[in-house]
């Protein structure tokens, strides 16, 4: 079964961390890009960051650079999302995201993105 599953996350405090992990099934995560993105309430979906297949190239956000780091280990299948120095802006329901076959170098846009996750609530209190 093709799917992506997130956990993760959870309350934290402005200043604190958490990482997230995207876990795959159904397909060789090696030959995919993943991106991570973000809905906040009333908000539109944006783009977090993502991760070439080999996980030699690496994009963020603006918001988030120097704050985040992501990273993937293919034998265990997942992605993970570290997010330090968290602001009360952070708040929103996190997914994952497998970048079209093709798309190695991966993706910010969310329409090149095929299979999603469920997400993972982060809450920042300040």
């Known amino acids: 079964q093709l799917q992506l599953v997130e956990s993760g996350g959870g309350f934290v405090q402005s200043g604190g961390s958490l990482r997230l992990s995207c876990t795959v099934s159904g397909f060789i995560l090696d030959n995919y890009a993943i991106g991570w993105f973000r809905q906040a309430p009333g908000k539109e979906r944006e783009a977090v960051s993502c991760?070439?297949?080999?996980?030699?190239?690496?994009r963020y956000a603006p918001s988030v650079k120097g704050r985040f780091t992501i990273s993937k280990d293919n034998a265990a299948k997942t992605v993970y999302l570290q997010m330090n120095s968290l602001k009360p802006e952070d708040t929103a329901v996190y997914y994952c995201?497998?970048?079209?076959?093709?798309?190695?170098?991966?993706?910010?846009?969310?329409?090149?993105?095929?299979?999603w996750g469920q997400g993972t609530p982060v809450t920042v209190s300040s």
């Open positions: 995201a497998r970048a079209r076959t093709g798309l190695r170098l991966g993706s910010l846009m969310l329409d090149e993105h095929d299979l």
């Open positions: 991760i070439s297949s080999n996980a030699g190239t690496l």
